[in-house]
Nanobody
Framework: VQLQASGGGLVQAGGSLRLSCAASGRIFSTYAMGWFRQASGKEREFVAAISRSGGITYYSESVLGRFTISRDNAKNTMYLQMNSLKPEDTAVYYC????????????????????WGQGTLVTVSS
């Protein structure tokens, strides 16, 4: 599967953005998916994950309660709704996918994923 992230941009603190991750192919529904981000000069960090059915989600503590991950398997698309954005949310956001796993699971580390999108920049001004 090929992934393409979009929806980034410049927003003021307290604002909202919705990121999308479009997947090619007909097997998107077999992939567990996740969002990661990388701020300038920092390592890539986990943001949120969703199981292949969409029934299980998991968030990093830094975004819990502000961000919502979802997916529409009929549209081969995953989303990240980001509310109450803070300047520290500024980063390049990447979507990632993992196939070939058992059960309806989620994954939280970058090595767990084998498919990556190109990233979309989110800038939150104070």
């Amino acid at each position: 599967v090929q992934l393409q992230a979009s929806g980034g941009g410049l927003v003021q603190a307290g604002g909202s953005l919705r990121l999308s991750c479009a997947a090619s192919g007909r097997i998107f529904s077999t992939y567990a998916m996740g969002w990661f981000r990388q701020a300038s000069g920092k390592e890539r960090e986990f943001v949120a994950a969703i199981s292949r059915s969409g029934g299980i989600t998991y968030y990093s503590e830094s975004v819990l309660g502000r961000f919502t991950i979802s997916r529409d398997n009929a549209k081969n698309t995953m989303y990240l709704q980001m509310n109450s954005l803070k300047p520290e949310d500024t980063a390049v956001y990447y979507c990632a996918g993992r196939a070939f796993h058992l059960g309806d699971n989620y994954f939280t580390t970058a090595p767990d994923y084998h498919a990556w999108g190109q990233g979309t920049l989110v800038t939150v001004s104070s």
